[in-house]
């Protein structure tokens, strides 16, 4: 009883005071917030004491599972030795270095160096400026063109915006110098051609469009390995091999978002290395301390390093909350977990292998138009006819309703449109994917009767 009027209080609370991101608040104050209290491996649980599968990870986040105890206390601990030091002014800390150094044994060989914001989308803040700084020092100011994709997400501030390609936010206002490029989503866009003949022309296409451009204004490209955000979009793998080759050919720098794809979430450590390609920057945030405390990172290249150092004077950037001590603690204690339960082999070799044939199985479903999955990254799309690939009507909102079932099902999983994306912890058990999957059968009977209801379906 106490435990109802409680969650009512706080429910009441929260549509008074808070705003919601992303969220129509009115929408949301009408059904009010469910109230997420605790959480324990990938299991959350909420106020009214319903367990909840968090198929994603909280937000791509939560690699290594809920309320481990190692990262909290190494987080105390350093709270309690060094609560916070600056490091601008010719200083620094013993958690900053150490985790500089795990980073650089971690990440492909040409990174060694590593800046650090609090988020993602500083951290894309940060490159858009040394990327210009970069090619200023090299006496090329006029390149400054960043090519982003099409459905690219890449964070929240104005310049990550900017860099993203989701036009409500880019309504908002746009940085200046940045051009979309299309994106290899072959079921929504393929036509006739089969996938690998479509990523070479994806591919293609992006570099007629630079070249249209002008190679001496375009300055890098951004792009996640595997789009996230987008609908969980894994390119045909004929798209990264051309790209990065015709990037390389015309003296364009590469920028991997690892935001999601980093930190073992693919089977391999960073999304690059699945895909091939040797970029200049990679963007990291969420998985480096599986969102136990917020922190992003810049991995910048020895290339770019090397003209910095060289060339370079006060590169007139930096957050206070740059290597925040606990931030550190936290990721140092969140790496070493992966590395001593051998994390990202288990993705790869055990757990990854394991639900992806569940996964794609679903595809063989009246309602699901495709489904895949990289590591522990997956989606399948809804379609109103499988063999011409088209999609239910907008109005129809067949993602939200199916979202809705899934967590009034105890499973939580995204819907991007009518693409329902998942991204659970690596911790997960086989019998965890079980129990997963059929929450997502039911979820599809479930979404299919309501479908015929609307007269969508025979
Ligand atoms: C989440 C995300 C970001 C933004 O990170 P924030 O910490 O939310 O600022 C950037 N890039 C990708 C690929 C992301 O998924």
């Not at 979309?180 to 866009?189: E, I, K, L, T, V």
């Not at 994806?202 to 204004?217: C, F």
């Not at 015709?246 to 003296?251: F, T, V």
């Not at 301390?289 to 060289?310: C, F, I, K, N, Q």
């Amino acid at each position: 009883m106490s435990t109802s009027l409680n969650t009512q209080a706080l429910k009441s609370l929260d549509a008074q005071h808070h705003l919601h991101p992303f969220t129509n608040t009115r929408a949301l104050n009408e059904r009010g917030a469910r109230v997420i209290e605790s959480a324990q491996g990938v299991y959350l649980r909420d106020t009214d004491g319903n367990r909840i599968l968090d198929g994603m990870s909280g937000l791509w986040c939560v690699a290594v599972g809920h309320g481990r105890t190692d990262i909290a206390d190494a987080v105390a601990q350093q709270l309690k030795d060094l609560t916070f030091y600056n490091t601008f002014f010719n200083t620094t800390h013993p958690p900053v270095v150490e985790l500089s150094q795990m980073l650089a044994e971690l990440t492909p060989p040409q990174f060694k160096r590593f800046f650090y914001t609090g988020s993602g989308s500083e951290s894309n803040d940060t490159i858009i400026r040394l990327v210009r700084y970069y090619w200023q020092l090299l006496g090329k100011p006029e390149k400054q063109v960043i090519i982003g994709r099409t459905n690219g997400y890449h964070g929240s501030t104005i310049a990550a915006a900017s860099l993203g390609g989701f036009g409500a936010m880019q309504q908002q206002g746009m940085l200046p110098g940045v051009v979309h490029g299309p994106q290899p989503f072959w079921w929504a866009n393929g036509g006739d051609m089969d996938p690998d003949t479509f990523g070479r022309h994806v591919a293609r296409q992006t570099l007629e469009l630079i070249d249209q451009l002008g190679t001496d204004k375009v300055a890098a490209m951004i792009a996640e390995p595997i789009q996230g955000a987008g609908g969980v979009i894994i390119p045909p793998s004929t798209y990264w091999p051309e790209l990065a080759a015709g990037l390389k050919q015309r003296d364009i720098l590469l920028i991997s978002d690892e935001v999601i794809c980093g930190f073992g979430r693919t089977g391999h450590w960073f999304g690059c290395e699945l895909m091939g390609t040797q970029p200049d920057f990679m963007t990291l945030a969420k998985g480096i301390t599986s969102g136990y405390v917020p922190m992003g990172a810049v991995a910048v290249s020895d290339r770019v390093a090397s003209v910095l150092l060289e060339l370079g004077d006060e590169f007139a950037h930096g957050f206070t909350y740059s290597g925040h001590p606990a931030a550190c603690a936290a990721a140092i204690a969140n790496l070493r977990i992966l590395q001593n339960e051998k994390l990202v082999e288990r993705v790869h070799d055990d757990i990854g292998p394991y639900l992806q044939s569940k996964w794609k199985a679903l595809s063989d479903h009246p309602l699901v138009g495709e489904a895949v999955m990289e590591g522990l990254i997956g989606s399948f799309q809804f379609a109103a006819d499988k063999a011409a690939r088209t999609t239910f009507p907008e109005a129809a909102k067949i993602g939200l309703v199916a979202r809705d079932f899934s967590f009034n099902n105890g499973l939580i999983m995204r819907a991007v449109g009518d693409r329902m994306v998942i991204a659970p912890p690596f911790s997960l058990t086989h019998a965890e994917a079980d129990e997963l999957m059929a929450t997502v059968y039911k979820v599809l009977d479930l979404t299919y009767a309501h479908v015929r209801s609307l007269g969508l379906a025979k």
